[in-house]
């Protein structure tokens, strides 16, 4: 958990901070409801229904983009963020239309990894990773670009096309 994400959930001074979809978008599909952090679950996970900050999260990815380091302190070996941060499919795994990261990327540990240039829809460069939330939350590191992006947003239905236009917007707006 980050720092001051804690207890966002369970303190009800601070539950009117919580993003959270409108009523009618509360579906992940499947007959599965967002996850509604003012109750107490069982098990807690990134992937099933952690609660943070968008301050943690950006904290989190410049780390990444720093090589696995903050503010002196080590935290990732070169040698393990550039294995998280590599294809780890290779030739053996052919994808189809369903393929999570899409075309152009691998998969690495977490992450989706872009293989080469020109392949993927979506603007980026080589070696750029990213993944994203079932409620919208999304990011990606670019290390050739020396930057990240972080998107905090609480829309299940909406959250393909606000990543597609937010890479977008954030590549175009680039003036080297």
Known sequence: RGTGADDLGQDAAKQARLAEPFANDRSLGGGVEFYDPR????????????????????RFLQMLLDG??????????????????????GSGIVPG????PGPGYGFGLGFGVRKDGGISADPGSAGDYYWGGAGGTYFWVDPKEKMFVVFMMQSPKQRLAYRALMRNMVYAAMVK
């Open 39 to 58: 109750q107490p679950g069982k098990y807690e996970s990134g992937g099933g229904g952690l609660s943070g900050t968008a301050m943690d999260y950006a």
């Open 68 to 89: 696995g380091a903050q503010n002196g302190k080590r935290y990732l070996s070169l040698k393990t963020l550039a294995y998280m941060t590599s294809d780890h499919m």
């Open 97 to 100: 239309p369903y393929f999570l």
